[in-house]
């Protein structure tokens, strides 16, 4: 049987709030502010847990080693670790918080993932972001390709590709801009790209305020290389007015799943037209309909969008056929986005239950519940070819709760950045982790 599952990243133990991501107003309106990892972490593990008991499939993707101090090694800082931190604190600090960055926690950002039934060699293909827009995020793509080749290390079902070179032209931030539509998860998709920068023609939409992030170049790339057949491929622009807003990736004013698509009035550029082309080609291949949940900037206006993340819920398919969408708490405390969510169960469509979630510690951080998780949807034997220590079990979850309370620190402020005992406890517990989840150390820990 095939089935969907999430690869929820488990938020790492040097979480904080620097303020790095230029674009992301909840991430830049925190910076400074003193974080909770222990906190973070149980919030995302809980919102795990319950896609689990939903009877969907959940897995865990494991954080990226932090601080990486080859990151500052490289600009010409020298000695011990703890000398190393101190002499990037002295003389760059935003250097030692770009190192510290546990933003890899946003798996939707990790990559690009094609299902076999899309590609044209009947194999899955992964294609890991290379997330050059922002420096604390270019420093992750090695180290995902690595874990992501861990996991899915069988050649005969899976194929991990290399990132994309860190090119702007070729800026790619994973599948936080890319939708894919079907039917059902066993059969081929429609995969929808979003994009907000056309390096190779003169842009005139694009965005004056905030940088777009993903480029047609990059997506078209993806497509291409996964075999996706192009008549199941739509490339569809963002709206540079959602982008100046805050909406910097595509999947914080547009969730889509199966057959249902919600999003804003301003999520795509000359988005009339461009919905039109969507229902047609997904009537014209599925011979069903589209369900386009569509609202307006009256019932929810793009600052109340990103205030609440709204859409950045996450929308799954139960076991039963109806879907379920999971929604951050502060869905529940914005009047448009609770709203919304009421509108939702009144009208007729295949969502009618929703939850919502404390997930805090991320949305303080600029990443809602559909930030947190990448989708794959496999085949029994991708699923069989996979490694199985990552799949969220009952066992599992309790042994990864209590990793937690043993690892994390309760509270870090900016100060304890320079703290060389914070280096040997995130080490530690990474390792650790590493033999939880049946992964070998050299993976987690970045040795070759």
Same mark, same amino acid.
């Given at each position: ?9 488990? !938020? ?17 309106? $925190? ?24 009877? !969907? ?53 990790? @990559? ?17 972001? #290379? ?25 005969? $079902? ?17 599948? @936080?801009?890319?939708?894919?539509? /079907? ?20 842009? *005139? ?7 777009? &992030?993903?480029?047609?170049? +990059?997506?078209?790339?993806? %497509? ?6 192009? *008549? ?34 301003? %999520? ?15 009537? +014209? ?26 859409? #950045? ?13 999971? /929604? ?14 009421? &509108?939702?169960?009144?009208?007729? #469509? ?13 949305? #303080? ?38 990793? !937690? ?44």
């Amino acid at each position: 049987m095939t089935r969907e599952f999430n690869f929820d990243g488990l !938020i790492g133990p040097t979480h904080n709030y620097a303020g790095l991501s230029y674009g992301n107003v909840a991430s830049t309106t $925190h910076r400074n502010q003193p974080s909770h990892p222990r906190a973070a972490a149980i919030q995302g593990l809980e919102k795990m847990k319950h896609v689990s008991d939903l009877g !969907i499939g959940q897995c865990v993707l494991p954080p990226l080693r932090r601080p990486r101090l080859e990151f500052l090694r490289e600009l010409g800082f020298t000695g011990s670790d703890a000398q190393v931190i101190d002499q990037a604190y002295r003389s760059r600090p935003e250097l030692l918080v770009v190192c510290f960055s546990a933003s890899n926690m946003w798996t939707a950002n990790a @990559a690009t993932v094609s299902p076999s039934a899309d590609c044209g060699e009947g194999r899955l293909h992964l294609t890991p972001a #290379n997330l050059s827009s922002t420096l604390h995020r270019s420093i992750e793509h090695a180290s995902t390709t690595r874990n992501l080749r861990a996991i899915f290390g069988s050649e005969e $079902h899976f194929v991990v590709h290399d990132p994309l070179a860190s090119l702007p032209a070729l800026a790619d931030e994973g599948a @936080a801009n890319h939708t894919r539509l /079907c039917a059902d998860h066993g059969g081929a998709g429609l995969e929808v790209f979003v994009y907000g920068a056309d390096w190779m023609s003169h842009d *005139s939409a694009a965005p004056k305020k905030f940088p777009a &992030r993903q480029t047609l170049l +990059a997506s078209q790339a993806i %497509a291409r290389r996964h075999g996706v057949s192009p *008549s199941r491929v739509l490339f569809a622009r963002q709206n540079p007015d959602a982008i100046d807003a805050g909406v910097f990736h595509n999947d914080v004013i547009s969730v889509g799943n199966q057959n249902v698509l919600l999003c804003h009035e301003l %999520a795509m550029f000359q988005q009339q037209q461009q919905l039109k082309r969507l229902k047609l080609t997904f009537e +014209a291949l599925f011979d069903s309909p589209l369900y386009v949940i569509e609202f307006s900037r009256h019932e929810i206006s793009l600052q109340d969008a990103v205030e609440s993340y709204f859409f #950045n819920s996450q929308l799954v398919t139960r076991p039963d056929g109806r879907m379920s969408l999971i /929604c951050p708490v502060e869905c529940q405390e914005n009047e448009a986005a609770r709203r919304c969510t009421e &509108r939702i169960l009144e009208e007729a #469509n295949p969502i009618d239950d929703i939850a919502f979630l404390d997930l805090r510690q991320s949305m #303080n951080n600029g990443g809602g519940p559909a930030c947190l998780r990448l989708r794959i949807v496999m085949t029994e034997a991708q699923q069989a070819a996979m490694k199985q220590g990552v799949v969220l079990t009952e066992e599992l979850y309790m042994r990864l709760k209590a990793w !937690i309370n043993s690892n994390y620190r309760e509270r870090l402020s900016p100060d304890d950045l320079r703290d060389p005992n914070l280096i040997d406890e995130s080490f530690r517990a990474i390792e650790e982790l590493a033999g939880i989840l049946d992964l070998p150390v050299n993976a987690l820990l970045d040795e070759h």
